[in-house]
């Protein structure tokens, strides 16, 4: 009988290796079908379901969007964005699951025809912090804050700001009614990320909505030339 | 906050490269945790402690090496952490520039038996 031996290797791997292998397969299958995929991150009541309605009412005719919808429970949001024209929509209920996780995603591509989409939504679950570690097979990583929540959101939840490729300030109709220091949080993001395009949009006025179409509608279109998002 | 989820990746990942390896048995699992990640120390263990029986990594140790969010100050030529009130140099009060956002969740080693 040999002897045990113990030895140490090295590893230096995600923990969540196998959740990345998923979302790299996620990733091919929607590049081979020209779509662009944007994980949507923010709190809850930030406006996820609200901009991608204005994303949808501004993009018009110029693309077809398919929706992800990440919630605890129920399919109201699948319902808004059906409504306010989304091509086709899939509800994920994680069922207390506080993210989603890059085989939900997998599991829902089968209800959605990619060949009639170009750009597909996943709105993820209402939290700053849990569905930062989980790659789904996104292009684009897109932080969602309302001004409501206040200027100290990027203090409070740092890594979200600093991994994710556009950041979305929404509400900015409320800035004069809510105390929101607009300098000090450009000047947290930017400590965070210096890349990132910030946006300022009102889903109630459509301020800033057309701009961020646009944004969304360039990276689009440079699917397949090595896409690498614009803020990297 | 999502201890569960995260542990569960971790016996799988850990188990599958042990086998990899040849491994009998894992003594010793180092991981590096952010300290932004979310992630805290005594729901990692609880939930290790219930997931790995019946695989390679039962009866095995965790080592955390923590990373903390840290910035950079270019005309300072320093490293700082946030104050709590933002994110500004607390030598020359400019802002500085994110050099680690403390939310890594690695697997760095093993210890293993073959």
């Known amino acids: 009988m040999s002897a045990r031996t113990v030895k140490l290797v090295e590893i230096a791997e995600r923990v969540l290796v196998d959740n990345d292998q998923v979302a790299t397969g996620v990733r091919s299958r929607l590049e081979a079908a020209g779509v662009l995929a944007v994980n949507i991150i923010a709190g809850p009541g930030a406006g996820k379901t609200s901009l991608i309605s204005r994303m949808l009412a501004a993009l018009g005719g110029r693309a077809r969007v398919g929706v992800i919808e990440g919630d605890i429970s129920g399919s109201v949001d699948t319902a808004r964005v059906l409504a306010a024209g989304a091509a086709d929509a899939v509800q994920i209920n994680t069922g207390g699951n506080c993210h989603l996780e890059a085989d939900m995603i997998e599991r829902a591509l089968a209800d959605l025809d990619l060949s009639a989409l170009d750009l597909l939504f996943i709105e993820n679950v209402g939290n700053l912090v849990c569905p930062t570690h989980w790659r789904l097979g996104e292009h684009v990583k897109l932080c969602l804050v309302g001004a409501s929540e206040g200027d100290d959101k990027p203090l409070k939840y740092p890594e979200i700001f600093a991994v994710s490729d556009v950041v979305v300030l929404n509400k900015i109709d409320l800035i004069e009614f809510v105390d929101f220091d607009h300098a000090r949080f450009v000047e947290s993001v930017r400590a965070l990320n210096r890349n990132a395009p910030i946006f300022e949009v009102s889903c109630r006025s459509d301020a800033g909505i057309d701009a961020l179409a646009g944004w969304l509608q360039a990276q689009r279109k440079r699917l397949g030339e090595d896409f690498q998002c614009a803020s990297r | ?114």
């Open chain 2, 1 to 114: 906050m999502h201890e569960l989820s995260v542990t569960s990746y971790l016996v799988d990942a850990v188990d599958t490269r042990a086998r990899e390896l040849g491994a009998t048995r894992v003594l010793t699992i180092n991981l590096v945790i952010g300290e932004r990640s979310g992630i805290v120390d005594d729901s990692l263990r609880f939930y290790f402690e219930m997931l790995a029986p019946g695989t390679l990594v039962e009866g095995a140790a965790l080592t955390v090496a923590r990373t903390s969010l840290r910035f950079h100050c270019a005309a300072c030529e320093r490293d700082y952490g946030p104050s709590g009130f933002d994110f500004l140099c607390p030598n020359c009060g400019a802002p500085g520039e994110v050099v680690d956002d403390g939310s890594d969740l690695l697997i760095e080693s093993l210890e293993i038996e073959t």
